[in-house]
């Protein structure tokens, strides 16, 4: 049986179906990982439009749903904006920042069941991302990676010292000499690594002084990270555009 719910949810994925309709993937508030129907939002007239729009992937949305927790394929009756984007929409950097943070989500989140710290992280995420200058903006996906973690299980230790000042990425925290396997990074890296763990409210990434070159690396080095922590987390296709975009 059905009920009628209102939830928040962030959308991470719509795929176009039949000639006017969608199917979405959406985080929300109080179910978790769900996949939505929704019937004739993109008919040719104005209004029908318009309200496609709202179904872009890293939109925030407030939803009154059909749940039945025994069906896969979920119904919407009403949808609006939970939070409506000053400037992600417009900001080709920020744009391509939202973006790798819904693919991450994506291919880090495999069940429905709900967890509402890891939602309100990720909204909060987005809101900051909209609101951030451009330092702090070319810092977050850095940010991001190195906190998500935390919800699933394999959070990284800050153990930096001036002996351990290996970061193992197959175990998560600093060691005092470079592993045998080849899962580590050291230097300069490990130092960022361990800056960026200090980091707890997104505006003091603007006093991380960082170049493209070790962000493109670190970011290359969390993405390694991931997929030694969850199965099947591959490339993330959002990463190259990002880092031209940020370079």
Same mark, same amino acid.
């Not at 000053?86 to 989140?109: A, Q």
């Not at 197959?170 to 060691?175: A, H, L, P, S, T």
């Given at each position: 049986m059905s009920q009628i719910q209102t939830t928040k949810a962030i959308?991470? %994925?719509?795929?176009? *179906?039949? @000639?006017? !309709? $969608?199917?979405?993937?959406? *985080?929300?508030?109080?179910?978790?990982? =769900?996949? *939505? /129907?929704?019937n004739g939002v993109r008919s040719s007239s104005k209004k029908g439009s318009g309200r496609a729009n709202l179904f872009q992937p890293g939109s925030i949305l407030e939803l009154i749903v059909y749940h039945n927790e025994f069906k896969n394929l979920q119904r919407i009756k009403e949808f609006k904006w939970a939070y409506l984007y000053k400037t992600v929409l417009s900001d080709v950097v920020k744009n391509s920042i939202v973006l790798f943070m819904v693919e991450m989500i994506l291919k880090c989140i495999k069940q429905p069941e709900s967890n509402a710290d890891l939602y309100n992280f990720i909204e909060e995420s987005?809101? =900051?991302?909209? !609101? !951030?200058?451009?330092?702090? +903006? +070319?810092n977050f996906p $850095? *940010?991001? +990676?190195v906190h998500l973690a935390a919800f699933f299980g394999f959070q990284v230790t800050d153990n930096y010292s001036p002996t351990h000042t290996v970061f193992d990425l197959k175990e998560g925290f600093f060691v005092t000499e470079k592993t045998e396997h080849p899962y580590s990074i050291e230097g300069k890296l490990s130092e960022v690594m361990s800056e960026l763990l200090k980091v707890m409210q997104p505006d003091e990434l603007e006093q991380l002084l960082l170049n493209h @070159?070790? %962000? %493109?690396s670190l970011l290359n080095n969390l993405q390694l990270f991931y997929g030694?922590?969850?199965?099947?987390?591959?490339? /993330?296709?959002? /990463?190259?555009?990002?880092?031209?975009? /940020?370079n």
């Amino acid at each position: 049986m059905s009920q009628i719910q209102t939830t928040k949810a962030i959308i991470l %994925r719509t795929v176009k *179906y039949g @000639e006017t !309709s $969608l199917v979405v993937t959406a *985080y929300t508030e109080l179910f978790g990982l =769900q996949t *939505y /129907l929704i019937n004739g939002v993109r008919s040719s007239s104005k209004k029908g439009s318009g309200r496609a729009n709202l179904f872009q992937p890293g939109s925030i949305l407030e939803l009154i749903v059909y749940h039945n927790e025994f069906k896969n394929l979920q119904r919407i009756k009403e949808f609006k904006w939970a939070y409506l984007y000053k400037t992600v929409l417009s900001d080709v950097v920020k744009n391509s920042i939202v973006l790798f943070m819904v693919e991450m989500i994506l291919k880090c989140i495999k069940q429905p069941e709900s967890n509402a710290d890891l939602y309100n992280f990720i909204e909060e995420s987005l809101i =900051q991302v909209d !609101s !951030s200058n451009e330092k702090v +903006a +070319a810092n977050f996906p $850095l *940010y991001f +990676a190195v906190h998500l973690a935390a919800f699933f299980g394999f959070q990284v230790t800050d153990n930096y010292s001036p002996t351990h000042t290996v970061f193992d990425l197959k175990e998560g925290f600093f060691v005092t000499e470079k592993t045998e396997h080849p899962y580590s990074i050291e230097g300069k890296l490990s130092e960022v690594m361990s800056e960026l763990l200090k980091v707890m409210q997104p505006d003091e990434l603007e006093q991380l002084l960082l170049n493209h @070159e070790i %962000r %493109r690396s670190l970011l290359n080095n969390l993405q390694l990270f991931y997929g030694l922590h969850i199965q099947d987390f591959g490339q /993330l296709k959002t /990463l190259m555009v990002l880092q031209e975009v /940020l370079n």
